[in-house]
């Protein structure tokens, strides 16, 4: 696969950085954001994206087992708690938007377990990587560029 | 007012306006403020017109109301046709409001937006790279990125249309 273009404005770049950085910092669980992140990089088929987060939860001691099952949570009840799986669904609904809206029983079932400030990065959090996601495929980004 | 009018403003009754779930930008001020840098970095170097048709087009597909209700106004009240507004929802059959780069711009748009279907079509990019050149494309898809970033704010937050002033974004 040939890049289409490395072109980004480095403003932009570092806005983006920044959005991703208050988000994560605000949410306040570094290994939930990571499967948070990789699981809107699967839908949005981000390889870039994949590789370097897989990279990071490696390195945040995320078992492999739950990256493995990531894909199909719903299916994995216990491997993992209801607050991830909240997070999770909440993180496929906000990533898939074309298809609807973001549904009442998933945005409650977030907030049921997410205090007020922490729903708000966490959905700040979602938004970041599909920002990401968007640059990132858009310009064709090959993985493996990404040095945790 | 006639009797005719009076009696059409006493029978028309419209749903209940949705309260919004989360007033985002106060309780993660941290990260509104970075998107707001974000946004305003995403369109330098951007035609402001082109920029309006694609954060409708991207609000469009993602159901963004609050944002449709924001960009219509701001494109309206920076002079766009009403027609080319109301078209964008069929610009695939309604080509020739447009100009050829717009419409690479939409189709872009389009790509980059629905991203869990697939990935960007070769030609769909190519045909937006024979029309901008190499840095304004790569400007292009941020600001596709950034609307569809908005659009998740949103519609998540489930801000509420109709009370926006041209002019007042951001």
């Avoid at chain 1, 490395?6 to 983006?16: E, G, K, Q, S």
């Avoid at chain 1, 897989?54 to 719903?74: M, N, P, Y």
Wanted: charged share 25%; net charge negative; aromatic share 6%.
């Amino acid at each position: 696969m040939t890049v289409r273009t490395r072109l980004l404005d480095p403003a932009v770049a570092r806005a983006m950085s920044a959005v991703s950085a208050a988000a994560k910092k605000g949410l306040g669980d570094p290994a939930l954001a990571e499967l948070v992140v990789i699981r809107a990089s699967q839908l949005n088929h981000c390889a870039f994206c994949l590789d370097m987060h897989l990279g990071i939860a490696r390195g945040h001691g995320v078992d492999e087992r739950r990256l493995d099952l990531l894909a199909a949570w719903e299916e994995a009840e216990e491997v993992f708690d209801e607050r991830e799986r909240a997070a999770l669904a909440l993180t496929e609904a906000v990533t898939v938007l074309t298809d609807g809206f973001v549904p009442d029983d998933v945005y409650d079932r977030a907030a049921a377990h997410f205090d007020a400030t922490r729903l708000a990065h966490l959905i700040g959090l979602i938004v970041a990587i599909n920002n990401w996601n968007r640059v990132m495929v858009g310009r064709r980004i090959p993985p493996g560029g990404y040095t945790p | 007012m006639t009797t005719t009018e009076e009696s059409t403003a006493t029978t028309v009754t419209y749903a209940t306006e949705p309260t919004p779930r989360l007033d985002w930008a106060a309780l993660a001020p941290d990260v509104f403020k970075a998107m707001v840098r974000l946004d305003a970095a995403a369109g330098r170097g951007l035609d402001p017109a082109l920029r309006e048709l694609v954060r409708i087009r991207a609000s469009q597909l993602n159901h963004c109301a609050f944002c449709l209700d924001m960009h219509t106004k701001d494109a309206l009240a920076a002079g766009e046709s009403v027609e080319r507004i109301v078209q964008l929802s069929a610009w695939e059959e309604s080509r020739h409001f447009y100009t050829e780069r717009e419409l690479a711009a939409l189709e872009l748009t389009d790509a980059v937006t629905v991203l869990t279907d697939g990935f960007v079509p070769d030609e769909v990019y190519e045909r937006a790279a024979g029309q901008f050149e190499e840095a304004e494309l790569a400007q292009l898809i941020a600001a596709i990125s950034v609307i569809n970033a908005w659009n998740r704010f949103g519609v998540t937050c489930r801000r509420t249309p109709g009370h926006y002033q041209p002019g007042r974004h951001l």
